[in-house]
């Protein structure tokens, strides 16, 4: 079937596109860009998209899916959906489910799982190290082989530096980026909350920014040796920026993604011991948030990616210290991120390049474009939507946010998936 989305403000930071033009759509492809009124339907499904804003599908390149092992907190199904009703088209599901993805035979199911049940596109993440334990090196070609876009042991940080040398060094091999997850385990050690006033106010164990920080300067300093393409999950710490702002200045092959809540709350939120204000890493103080801010808008930081880890209820239900790290964030990822936007953080195309075509090229997805010829992954979003989040309404299997009640503005409104809407 051939759609036809007339009158959109067409925003597509590949093509550098930024005005309103019409788009047709045949056999899952973009056919064609025309200016408005220009291009024939030919019986085509007409979708009047004025007022709105249309772009690459969005991309969400770290993303827990749960699946296999923890399908009651979530499954290839339901995060799909979840990320399809937020918004995105493709998501990189991270390898530490169970058993951990550090095998063709894990990584195949998961391809085969969403062959079937996905709404979304879904890209496979490997393990850097065997069980994610660190200690010896996952069969990277078999993984790629497979279909992993990446590796990264995302959870656990690789806590032996020659290890991570070695990872570095066999990734090139394979074009593959490694994606680090930065804490000193030494550091962070029984650790549940940022390290500072609040922590020592509510008497919990904290995680001082520096254990980001030091593992940081260390797989900087490794990427430098070894040459390959490091990526720097979840950034929390202006330690960390300026440390990746630099070693870009130095050329050094990073890049470096945030998430929603780290440049929108900051550890006050985990008052009350308010464990749906506990992730890894934690939230961090408002200097913290300038920074990534600051981050976003110079360029330092590349991607905003949601890390989206759905947890059950009655585990989220218990005493902070015992309450498992992470909140889901596909269905909120893009209303948070026009905060930026109407706040003047971010322009409206670097919004859009952060989330569609900047994760892209690090993974090499070839997604984030609406050339013509290119996979009909689309996102109609209107800008305008004032919306409240209700955790009750999610899609997601698991309700676990911090953002319960919050008013935004700007939501997704269609999504479509290979021409699919």
């Known amino acids: ?164 040398r070695r990872a570095m060094e066999y990734s090139k091999i394979f074009d593959l980026a490694v994606i680090s997850h930065c804490e000193d385990a030494s550091l962070s050690a029984k650790g549940v909350m940022n390290e500072g006033f609040v922590s020592t106010e509510l008497g919990l164990r904290g995680i001082p920014a520096a254990a980001e920080d030091v593992m940081t300067a260390r797989d900087i300093a490794l990427a430098g040796l070894t040459g390959c393409r490091l990526h720097i999950a979840h950034v929390s710490t202006a330690g960390s920026v300026r440390l990746i702002r630099e070693a870009k200045q130095r050329g050094v092959k990073v890049t470096a993604e945030t998430c929603p809540h780290y440049f929108t709350l900051t550890d006050e939120a985990a008052r009350g ?44 239900s218990v005493e902070f210290d015992y309450a498992p790290f992470g909140i889901v964030g596909l269905e909120t990822a893009l209303g948070l991120t026009f905060k930026l936007v109407q706040e003047g953080t971010l322009a409206l195309s670097e919004a859009v390049r952060k989330l569609s075509m900047n994760p892209s090229e690090i993974l090499k997805l070839n997604k984030g474009s609406l050339a013509s010829g290119a996979d009909a992954d689309i996102t109609i979003i209107d800008p305008n939507v004032e919306w409240t989040v209700d955790a009750a309404q999610f899609i997601s299997k698991s309700k676990n946010t911090p953002f319960n009640g919050w008013k935004l503005k700007g939501r997704a409104v269609q999504t479509m998936v290979g021409g699919k809407i």
């Open 1 to 164: 079937m051939n759609i036809l989305i007339k009158n959109g403000h067409i925003i597509d930071p590949a093509n550098k596109i930024d005005e309103k033009l019409d788009i047709l759509v045949s056999d899952g492809k973009i056919a064609k860009l025309g200016k408005p009124g220009s291009l024939a339907g030919n019986g085509a499904r007409v979708i009047d998209a004025a007022g709105k804003i249309v772009v690459p599908g969005l991309i969400d390149m770290h993303v827990h899916l749960r699946e296999p092992g923890f399908e009651y907190k979530e499954t290839i199904a339901t995060g799909t959906a979840a990320a399809r009703a937020g918004g995105f088209t493709s998501v990189c599901s991270m390898p530490n489910t169970n058993p951990v993805n550090d095998c063709r035979s894990v990584t195949e199911f998961i391809i085969s799982q969403a062959a079937k049940e996905a709404a979304a596109r879904v890209f496979p993440i490997g393990a850097i190290t065997k069980g994610s334990k660190g200690e010896e090196l996952a069969e990277m070609g078999e993984l790629h082989q497979a279909g992993c876009v990446a590796i990264s042991d995302d959870g656990k940080p690789v806590m032996n530096a020659a290890i991570m």
């Open 273 to 316: 011991y308010n464990t749906m204000a506990k992730m890894n890493p934690p939230l961090r103080t408002a200097e913290d948030v300038a920074a990534i801010k600051q981050g976003l808008k110079d360029g330092t930081i590349d991607v905003i990616a949601t890390d989206h880890a759905p947890h059950g209820m009655d585990e989220k």
